[in-house]
């Protein structure tokens, strides 16, 4: 049987891919250590925990409105407000399977057969692979490590066609960890007004922030530009609830409307026990979200410092999410080694340290380590790739 067309030319995520190669050596018996995960090590907060099983003592396990239910559409209304001054009603709001979920519907909904969306690089796996999904065309636009991996406005003008429907921009980033300044958003967004242009802002790891430095929401600049964004985000960084599947976007209401008319289709709604759970995280204050946060900073502080140690291994500090993206391709070059891509399956056998490829984000010279693990095992991954890279030194 032939499969559809729009599914040949997917490619799989390389960071689920890394993920369960090194779940597969651990249940073989093998002292994996994975530095590919994009979840928080810590559990889901007690209090969110409690809240869920609450909703399913008191009957709340039947469907729901496909956009998600009024009261958490409400709470996320009103912490749009209080985190990033922006002012949504609840027809503007829809809750989705994930934040990854939100995009995905997005893009079904905006685009039409060769629509281009800027995307860029390095990006999240996922991009390129939903934009090609709804018939749309990923338009990679390169940034560089000099200027922290951002998209400059010049840049972005260049790669604007006739076709451009949208761009996006994710802060913090995933995989590098960086973030744009004001001043840096409103250039991009002078940009994309002056074409027209969508602004997809996904800011899932806006509360994952190490430095003074304060997120800032596009869509918060200006009424205008609030007017051409839709805003993504959840609670699987900020909350550690990955698995609970809970996020949503805030945009226009006519984008809104459709896309919550495709989910009706789809998934018929998001989970009801994990809306009443995150329902319970956007209504409580920010102390365990405070606490990880703590403790991820204290883990980037040591990785970063041991990962500039290596030979041959380049890295900027990020100041957000939970990754690392370090320049890997003089330390690939004097282990003898082609390309990263390679260097990274005989780490994994070798050493037994799960590294991503940068390939899979656009940028193959570089690597991505999470460090959502204890302190020890980072510091026991670091010293393992180390030891590859000196042992390996071509003669």
């Not at 919550?260 to 018929?268: P, Q, R």
Request: charged fraction near 25%.
């Amino acid at each position: 049987m032939n499969l559809a067309k729009r599914v040949e030319t997917l490619t799989p995520s390389s960071t689920l891919a890394i993920t369960a190669k090194a779940k597969e050596l651990k249940e073989q018996g093998h002292d994996v250590i994975g530095l590919g995960a994009g979840e928080p090590d810590f559990n889901t907060p007690e209090y969110i925990l409690k809240a869920a099983t609450e909703a399913m003592q008191n009957g709340m396990t039947k469907y729901t409105p496909s956009g998600g239910i009024t009261n958490l559409k409400r709470a996320i209304a009103n912490k749009l407000k209080k985190d990033n001054d922006l002012d949504y009603n609840l027809e503007e709001i829809i809750v989705t399977t994930g934040a990854k979920h939100a995009l995905y519907t997005l893009f079904q909904v905006l685009l039409n057969d060769g629509d281009e969306v800027i995307v860029p690089a390095p990006f999240w796996v996922s991009y390129p692979e939903q934009i090609k999904l709804a018939g749309g065309v990923p338009v990679v636009v390169q940034s560089s490590e000099e200027n922290d991996f951002k998209l400059t406005a010049q840049q972005l003008e260049e790669a604007i066609t006739e076709n451009t429907k949208a761009i996006i921009i994710n802060s913090p980033s995933n995989p590098t960890g960086m973030m744009y300044a004001q001043e840096e958003l409103e250039e991009l967004g002078r940009v994309c007004l002056k074409h027209n242009v969508l602004i997809v802002s996904d800011e899932i790891y806006e509360k994952l922030i190490y430095t003074s430095d304060r997120h800032i929401s596009i869509a918060s600049i200006s009424d205008e530009l609030k007017e051409a964004s839709i805003v993504i985000n959840g609670v699987s960084k900020s909350h550690s609830m990955t698995g609970w599947r809970i996020g949503y976007a805030a945009g226009p209401k006519a984008i809104i409307k459709a896309m919550t008319n495709l989910a009706s289709h789809s998934t018929s709604n998001p989970t009801s026990i994990a809306q009443y759970a995150a329902l319970a995280a956007y209504n409580a204050n920010d102390d365990a979200v405070n606490e990880m946060k703590k403790a991820f900073s204290e883990r980037l502080d040591t990785i970063y410092t041991l990962m500039n140690e290596i030979p041959g291994i380049v890295c900027k500090k990020p100041k957000g999410a939970f990754y690392i993206f370090p320049n890997v391709a003089e330390a690939v070059k004097m282990n003898g080694f082609t390309n990263v891509d390679d260097w990274v399956k005989v780490i994994l056998e070798e050493e037994k340290v799960a590294l991503v490829p940068g390939s899979g984000f656009g940028f193959p010279d570089n690597v991505r380590l999470s460090y959502a693990l204890q302190l020890d095992d980072l510091k026991e991954a670091a010293k393992r790739i180390k030891r590859f890279v000196i042992n390996h030194q071509s003669k």
